[in-house]
């Protein structure tokens, strides 16, 4: 297949640039644990790639009678304390931010604060002419509102950016506002549903579109 041209690319933040879905669900088994509440990983998987305020609809649905400010408050000590002992970049993201040679911005269901942190703490906020968060939107993933604003913030077609995403959501999101979406599957595997191309990793999602 012929693709068009790319004039940007858009990178979703946890899980496709830093390593931070696994210290996440690490710090969330652990805060329902200080709940007394054994957690199924399936309720701990749908919580991949959405932002908080629907992350914490998601769980109070499955366990209606849980403290659900307690928990938040917990989750969020234990992930902050993890990642300030290091924040690890996803295998490739290094070299692909050095090397990608187009404009580039982040597209997060983090809040603002939350994402500028972690983009400090992994040392890569300089490569992004903009980031894009869910503090920014009136629909977050998997609403397409979050890619559509950063093309336009870029001033470049949604249908000529290219975007890397882990996460269903993220995906959905990046497939609807009419981009070029490159899957590289995290903590969930994937069917690709929302992918134009499902990579093993995200140097190899770059040479597919001949990026590198």
Same mark, same amino acid.
């Given at each position: 297949m012929g693709w068009p041209m790319i004039d940007a690319i858009l990178f979703d933040l946890d899980g496709t640039l830093i390593d931070t879905e696994s210290v996440a669900l690490k710090?969330?088994?652990?805060?329902?644990?200080?709940?007394?509440?054994?957690?199924?990983?399936?309720l701990m998987h749908s919580l991949i790639g959405v932002d908080q305020p629907t992350s914490r609809k998601i769980i109070q649905a499955s366990l209606p009678d849980l403290d659900i400010a307690r928990l938040a408050?917990?989750?969020?000590?234990?992930?902050?304390?993890?990642?300030?002992?290091?924040? *690890?970049?996803k295998p490739g993201a290094a070299a692909l931010l050095d090397l990608a040679p187009? *404009?580039?911005?982040?597209?997060?269901?983090?809040?603002?604060d939350a994402a500028h942190h972690k983009l400090r703490l992994a040392q890569i906020d300089h490569h992004f002419q903009h980031?894009?968060?869910?503090?920014d939107v009136a629909r977050a993933k998997p609403a397409p509102e979050p890619y559509l604003l950063a093309a336009q913030k870029l001033n470049v077609s949604p249908a000529r950016c290219l975007v890397f995403e882990d996460s269903e959501t993220g995906a959905e999101a990046a497939y609807r506002a009419g981009c070029i979406v490159v899957q590289v599957p995290d903590v969930v595997p994937t069917n690709g549903r929302w992918a134009h191309h499902?990579? *093993?990793?995200?140097?190899?999602?770059?040479?597919?579109?001949?990026?590198i």
């Open positions: 710090a969330g088994h652990a805060a329902f644990g200080d709940l007394g509440v054994a957690v199924d990983i399936g408050q917990a989750w969020d000590a234990r992930f902050n304390a993890a990642i300030l002992q290091g924040l *690890p970049l187009r *404009p580039m911005a982040i597209v997060t269901s983090s809040g603002r980031i894009v968060t869910v503090s499902v990579a *093993p990793d995200l140097l190899a999602g770059a040479r597919q579109f001949g990026l």
